[in-house]
DNA sequence: CAACGATTATTTGTACGATAAATGGCGGTC
DNA sequence: GACCGCCATTTATCGTACAAATAATCGTTG
């Protein structure tokens, strides 16, 4: 008698999460970063994770190695597992950044990862003008011209995410890389709330294009100032359409 | 007959690494990073780095978690774990950065680091300049107080990584927190090779006043110009001191 | 012979139980 | 009252068994 027990499903909404131990790892990420589990706080300890969620040890102590190396937890014999504070999270992490979103208030959120993206793509769009091969400018490119291809707002994301990653990536500092997170996270989200609104957002579509044409001219002064432009009109887009705070659930 | 094997030690150069598996996910992740396994190979399944390690595969499961979420690997059954391309890395993470680090080549690894820095520390401290508490501006004075009473180059490391990390934080932003670990990284590495010339750097401290003194009278220019200044002379450092790139070791 | 479908083999995923190691707390001793 | 050793709790590690997923193989059939 070994496996009879039927598995109790870790959450009906937790949809496609494939393995058990990412599920959990989902679950108890969540919590800490809704602060349902605050820093410092001491968790349950692994076989009462197990019987929460009606999984095994092993699956648990799997999850909560996962959370570990996002710098969420730390565990110790005797012990148990600590939250850690919040300034050793990975906020860039891309499943921290995830569930801190599902935690957050929208538009703060958004503000937060628009000031980052006001502080660091200026700065990488020059060296992208500096530095970049004729293969990243043709990715570049490409995206653009993916922009253009869009029938409707939705269609416009991915080309406008990849535009962003293409041109981190053209800045040739792999440092840069992981905050293309930040931008994928700000569009989505922008989507979520704006484009609904603006059928089709044809503006912005010169305001890459301006960006692009520097970087392919190597001018890195007009690049930079580009991008400023490009995320002026984001941040418009945003306080204009965005509301204010969004009710609290009951 | 169940635990009679006497543990094979990992390695004898791998020093106070706590737990097995943090050992293992090092030793694994150090291959990665150094590029004994490149981005798509495909890795060793977990009973062969068990027998390779002397470690049971439990212990081996999780390691790869942690390096999972890390965004070095993916795992799937029937076909193993594969090291994911450069771009999903997270750099920004504690651990990959060491690894990253101790593969590199140190000078150009500074340089990367210091134009990240150029990138981003100045407008975190316009933004510090902006929104700082008086909690904060504390902090960073108490940092500042620590540099003076420094009494050799070492001395000025861990005060020195306070007084940036004590900016950061004063920005309010937290997702530029992860950048924290750039810039200790950063500085530790600068130590290990210019401070032993430079027995005690008195120079940096006015610079690092003057960004204190603009932060503290809420001047946003001025804090973003006083760190462009103290960049510069640190990079002037780095040029002139670490030498052109390491022999090879034999 | 080609295409497709079932079978097989390999690898990760999950479970369970036992023991080791670490460590905070308790109690006893001087 | 201070110090020392025992105890309880929790993670750490081990081993084994089986489940699930899926690439590769092989056989069948049109």
Same mark, same amino acid.
């Given at each position: 008698?070994?496996?009879r027990?039927?598995?109790?499903p870790?959450?009906r909404?937790?949809?496609r999460?494939?393995?058990l ?8 990420g ?5 602060g349902?589990?605050?820093?410092g706080?001491?968790l ?5 994770w197990g019987?929460?969620?009606?999984a095994?040890r092993?699956?648990?102590?799997e999850?909560?190695? /996962?959370?570990?190396?996002k710098?969420?937890l730390?565990?110790?014999?005797k012990i148990?597992?600590?939250?850690e ?18 935690a957050m208030?929208r538009?703060?959120l958004?503000l937060?990862i ?13 060296l &992208?003008a500096e530095?970049? /091969?004729?293969?990243?400018? &043709?990715r570049?490119?490409?995206?653009l011209?993916?922009m253009?291809a =869009?029938r ?6 991915a ?10 990536? &053209? ?6 890389i ?5 931008i994928e ?8 709330y /704006?484009?609904?609104h603006n059928p089709r957002?044809?503006g912005?579509?010169?305001?890459h =294009?301006a960006?692009f044409?520097a970087v392919?001219?190597q001018?890195p002064d =007009?690049?930079?100032?580009a991008?400023v432009?490009?995320?002026?009109d984001?941040?418009?887009v ?5 509301? =204010?705070?969004?009710p609290?659930a009951?």
């Amino acid at each position: 008698m070994v496996h009879r027990k039927p598995r109790t499903p870790i959450s009906r909404s937790r949809k496609r999460a494939s393995s058990l131990h990412l599920q959990l790892a989902g679950a108890i990420g969540e919590g800490i970063l809704n602060g349902t589990y605050a820093p410092g706080t001491l968790l349950p300890n692994e076989a009462e994770w197990g019987a929460m969620f009606g999984a095994s040890r092993t699956a648990v102590r799997e999850a909560i190695k /996962t959370l570990n190396g996002k710098g969420l937890l730390v565990s110790r014999p005797k012990i148990g597992s600590r939250v850690e504070p919040r300034e050793r999270w990975n906020f860039l992490d891309r499943d921290v950044l995830a569930w801190h979103c599902a935690a957050m208030d929208r538009k703060q959120l958004l503000l937060s990862i628009q000031e980052m993206r006001r502080i660091f793509e200026p700065g990488a769009a020059a060296l &992208a003008a500096e530095r970049r /091969t004729e293969a990243q400018v &043709a990715r570049i490119a490409a995206a653009l011209e993916g922009m253009g291809a =869009a029938r409707n707002a939705e269609e416009m994301v991915a080309p406008d995410v990849e535009f962003h990653l293409a041109l981190l990536e &053209a800045a040739n500092n792999e440092l840069l890389i992981p905050f293309g997170i930040i931008i994928e996270q700000a569009l989505r989200q922008m989507f979520d709330y /704006t484009s609904r609104h603006n059928p089709r957002p044809l503006g912005v579509i010169p305001l890459h =294009a301006a960006v692009f044409e520097a970087v392919r001219k190597q001018r890195p002064d =007009a690049a930079r100032k580009a991008v400023v432009t490009l995320l002026r009109d984001t941040d418009n887009v945003i306080t204009a359409v965005v509301p =204010a705070r969004r009710p609290r659930a009951p």
